[in-house]
C-alpha cells in the first residue's frame, strides 16, 4: 500500500522589493520611488520581510520608532553636541526612521493596511519630524532655524492631509523632502559633531539644508496638490 504523505505547509508569502515598491506606489498616488527614498524603501523591504513573516503588528513597529526617536531628541537636549552621546543620538535617529518606516512596509507586505494603522502612522511621524527637529536644536543649530526646518516639514505634511480630506485622494509627487531625507539630514549631523567636532557648524549646515530642501519640497507639493484640486 503506497505511503500517503502529509501536505506540506507553506508560511504566508511576502512579495518581493518589485512588487513591494509597486503597492507602495500605488498607495502614494502613483508616485514612484526615485533617488534616496527608493534606496530607502528597497534597504526597508529587506528589513520588513522577516517581520511580516513573523506576523508582528505594525502598530507595534510604529510606537516602538516614535519611542525612539523621542529618545533621540531627549539625548540631543540633554547632552549637547560631540561625543559618545551623539553618535548614540545617530544612531537612535536611524533606528527609529527604520521602524517608522518598517510599520507600513509589514503592512503593505501583509496586506494589512487600515485606516486606524494610517492615522496612528500619521501622528507618529509628525512626533518623529518635530524630534529630528530637537536633534538639530540639541546638537547646536540656531532656535529659529530648527524651529523653520521642523515647521516646513509639518506644514508639507498637513498640506498633504488637509487635500485629502477635501476630496483629493492622492499628492502624485514625491518631494525631495520626504521622512527619509529629514531623517537622514538629522542623524548625519548628529554624527559630524562626534566624528569631526569643530570642523563645521554641522548642526547649522543640517538645519540649512533641511530647510531649503523643506521649502523646494513644500513647493512641489503645493503645485502637485493644486492641480488636483
Known sequence: MPTQRAPQTRGPAVPDRAEYLRRWSRLHG??????????WLGGVH??????????????????AGTALAASAAWVALVAG?????AVAVAVL???????????GAVAVLRERTSDRGALLDACCD????AACALVLLGCGAPAWLAALAGGLAQLQEYLRARAQGLGARDVGVVSVAERPVRIAVAAACAAATAIAPGQAPW???GAAAWALLGAVGLVQVAVALGRRL
Request: net charge positive; hydrophobic share 55%.
Open 126 to 129: 509628525r512626533v518623529g519630524d
Open 81 to 85: 553636541p560631540g561625543g559618545a552621546p
Open 30 to 39: 502613483g508616485a514612484a520611488a526615485t533617488g534616496l527614498v527608493r534606496a
Open 203 to 205: 548642526a547649522l549646515l
Open 93 to 103: 535617529v536611524v533606528a527609529g526612521g527604520l521602524l517608522d518606516n518598517l510599520d
Open 46 to 63: 529587506v528589513l520588513a520581510r522577516p517581520l511580516a513573516l513573523a506576523r508582528v503588528p505594525p502598530a507595534a513597529v510604529t510606537l
